[in-house]
C-alpha cells in the first residue's frame, strides 16, 4: 500500500513539474513595435512635422493631446465685417480668434490603436465649408462631424517594420503643411496647401516597409469631403521616404470624381515635396544652431462632362471643352537660432486654377452658392454677380510672406508674420467687406417695387479686391 501511494505522489510532482515547465517556457504575447516611424531620428525640425522631441501626457497605453490655436490679424484693407477671404488658419480682421482648440488622445493596447481629437473654434467653420458631400440625401454631415479633426480606429500588424489599417477621418498629407498650425514654420499657408484637403474620411493602410520608407495606399468618401460626391470613392496613396534624419522625400497621389451630380468628371492631383536640413550644430551651440528649406510641386486636372483638363492650355472649345487644371509650387526656408528657441522664415508660392475647382470660395455675398435671399442666385447667373467657379473661368495667384517664431520651450510658440497675396482677379475682402453695405449678416433691403427682400439694395456689390497685405500675430499652445 505504501508502495502504491509513494508511486501516486511521485507522479503527482512529475506532473506539477512538467505543468510548471510548460508555463515557464510557453513564449511571451508578441512585442508591439514602437508606432511612431523613422526611430532614432529628429524630425522637429520639418515644415508640418510635431516641434516636440516627446509628449508630455504620455503613458504605456495612452497620449493626451491638447492644442490652442489663437491668433490677431490685421488687414491693411480693414473690411467693415471683419472678415478674412481664402484662408483656412485665419477667419476674423481685426480681432483675437480662436482658430482651434484641440481636446483628445491616442490610445494603444496589444496592437489595437485609436485617436480622437475635437475641433472646435473658427476652424470648425472655415475648413468645412466647400464640402458639398452633407448636401447629398438625408443628415447633416456637416454638423455631424463638424467638431471631430480626427476620429480612427485601426490596428498595428507586426510585420515588416508595422503596418496600420485604420478607418475613420484622419489627416491628409497633400499640400505638405499640417492641418494644425503647432507644427508649421509658416503661419498663413501658401497657396497649393489652403486649396488642397486637410482631411480624408475612409480607410487607410501604413505600410513601413523599412524604418526610412512608408507605403501608404487610401480608400476615401473623397477630396476633403465627409461623404461621397458621387458613385465612387476616391483612391490615393502616399510615399515617403527618409535616406536620413536631414532629408525627407514625399509624394501623394489621388483619384476620383469630386464634382457634385458629374458622374463623367473624374479629378486627379499629384504633390510632391522635398525637404532638407542643410545645417544643424546643437542647441548648446552659440549663434545659428540649425537651418532647413521645404519644396512642393503639385500638378493636377479634371477631365469629363464639359471639361477636359490642360487641353492644351486653352481657355476652351466647342469640340473638346474647358481647360480644367491645377499647377502649383511654394518653397521655404527657415534657420533657427539663440540655442532653438528663435526662428526666421521666408517663403512663398504660386498657383493656377483655371474652373477654380480648387480655389477657397469668398464666404458672404461674394459666395459663388445661392444667396439665401434669392435661391435662383448661383454662379453669377443673376443678383451680385458673385465669386464664380465655373468651367474657363480663370484664377492664378501668387504670396509671399515672411515672420519671426520664438519658441521659449516645445509646449508653447509665438509667431508674428507679415503676409501679401496676390490674384488675377478680384478675390480678397476690400474695405467694403462681403456681407451687406454696412458689414451685418442682419442687414436687408425690400424692394419698393417688388417686395423682394435681399441682403442689399440695387447696385451694391461685394467689395473684393485683387490683392491683400496683413499682419499676423498668433499663439500656439500644445501638450
Known amino acids: 500500500m505504501k508502495e502504491k501511494v509513494l508511486l501516486i505522489l511521485m507522479l503527482m510532482v512529475s506532473a506539477l513539474s512538467a505543468n510548471a515547465q510548460t508555463t515557464t517556457l510557453s513564449p511571451s504575447p508578441p512585442v508591439i513595435k514602437d508606432q511612431t516611424p523613422w526611430d532614432g531620428f529628429d524630425q522637429t525640425w520639418q515644415n508640418g512635422s510635431d516641434r516636440r522631441d516627446s509628449a508630455l501626457l504620455h503613458n504605456k497605453y495612452v497620449t493626451g493631446i491638447m492644442m490652442v490655436d489663437a491668433n490677431v490679424t490685421y488687414s491693411f484693407w480693414n473690411p467693415n465685417d471683419?472678415?478674412?477671404?481664402?484662408?483656412?488658419?485665419?477667419?476674423r480682421n481685426n480681432e483675437m480668434d480662436v482658430s482651434d482648440a484641440v481636446l483628445g488622445a491616442e490610445f494603444n493596447y496589444d496592437g489595437a490603436r485609436g485617436r480622437i481629437l475635437t475641433q472646435l473654434g473658427t476652424r470648425s467653420i472655415v475648413v468645412p465649408r466647400n464640402?458639398?458631400?452633407?448636401y447629398r440625401g438625408q443628415y447633416d454631415l456637416a454638423d455631424a462631424y463638424r467638431y471631430i479633426?480626427?476620429?480612427?480606429?485601426g490596428y498595428h500588424f507586426?510585420?515588416?517594420n508595422g503596418i496600420n489599417v485604420d478607418g475613420g477621418l484622419f489627416m491628409s498629407y497633400i499640400g505638405l503643411n499640417s492641418y494644425y498650425q503647432e507644427e508649421n514654420w509658416e503661419y498663413q499657408a501658401s497657396y497649393t496647401s489652403d486649396n488642397t484637403p486637410w482631411f480624408f474620411n475612409g480607410i487607410r493602410t501604413q505600410i513601413f516597409v523599412t524604418d526610412k520608407l512608408k507605403i501608404e495606399p487610401w480608400i476615401i468618401n473623397g477630396w476633403q469631403s465627409y461623404g461621397t460626391f458621387n458613385a465612387l470613392p476616391g483612391v490615393g496613396?502616399?510615399?515617403t521616404y527618409c535616406p536620413n534624419e536631414n532629408i525627407k522625400m514625399l509624394t501623394n497621389d489621388y483619384y476620383g470624381t469630386d464634382d457634385a451630380g458629374l458622374f463623367g468628371r473624374h479629378r486627379f492631383h499629384s504633390d510632391n515635396s522635398f525637404l532638407a536640413r542643410y545645417y544643424h550644430k546643437p542647441k548648446s551651440a552659440k549663434g545659428i544652431t540649425q537651418a532647413a528649406f521645404s519644396a512642393t510641386f503639385d500638378i493636377g486636372d479634371e477631365k469629363g462632362d464639359g471639361v477636359n483638363g490642360f487641353n492644351h492650355f486653352k481657355t476652351g472649345d466647342s469640340a473638346s471643352g474647358y481647360a480644367q487644371y491645377f499647377v502649383s509650387w511654394m518653397v521655404y526656408n527657415k534657420v533657427w537660432f539663440d540655442h532653438g528657441k528663435f526662428g526666421w522664415y521666408i517663403g512663398g508660392g504660386w498657383m493656377t486654377n483655371p474652373g477654380r475647382y480648387l480655389v477657397l470660395a469668398p464666404t458672404g455675398q461674394a459666395s459663388p452658392f445661392p444667396n439665401p435671399y434669392n435661391p435662383t442666385q448661383n454662379g453669377g447667373e443673376?443678383?451680385?454677380?458673385?465669386?464664380?467657379?465655373?468651367p474657363g473661368n480663370q484664377f492664378t495667384g501668387w504670396d509671399c510672406s515672411t515672420g519671426l517664431s520664438w519658441t521659449p520651450n516645445q509646449t508653447i510658440e509665438f509667431k508674428i508674420e507679415y503676409v501679401h497675396r496676390n490674384a488675377s482677379v478680384p478675390y480678397f475682402a476690400g474695405p467694403g467687406g462681403v456681407t451687406s453695405p454696412t458689414g451685418y449678416t442682419t442687414y436687408t433691403y425690400t424692394d419698393p417695387t417688388t417686395g423682394v427682400v435681399s441682403?442689399?439694395?440695387?447696385?451694391?456689390k461685394p467689395d473684393l479686391r485683387t490683392y491683400e497685405d496683413r499682419i499676423i500675430l498668433a499663439i500656439e499652445f500644445r501638450l
Open 82 to 91: 471683419q472678415t478674412v477671404v481664402g484662408s483656412t488658419a485665419l477667419a
Open 131 to 134: 464640402d458639398l458631400s452633407p
Open 149 to 153: 479633426s480626427e476620429a480612427y480606429g
Open 158 to 160: 507586426n510585420v515588416l
Open 237 to 239: 496613396g502616399n510615399i
Open 382 to 390: 443673376a443678383g451680385l454677380d458673385p465669386f464664380t467657379e465655373n
Open 455 to 460: 441682403a442689399e439694395p440695387p447696385g451694391w
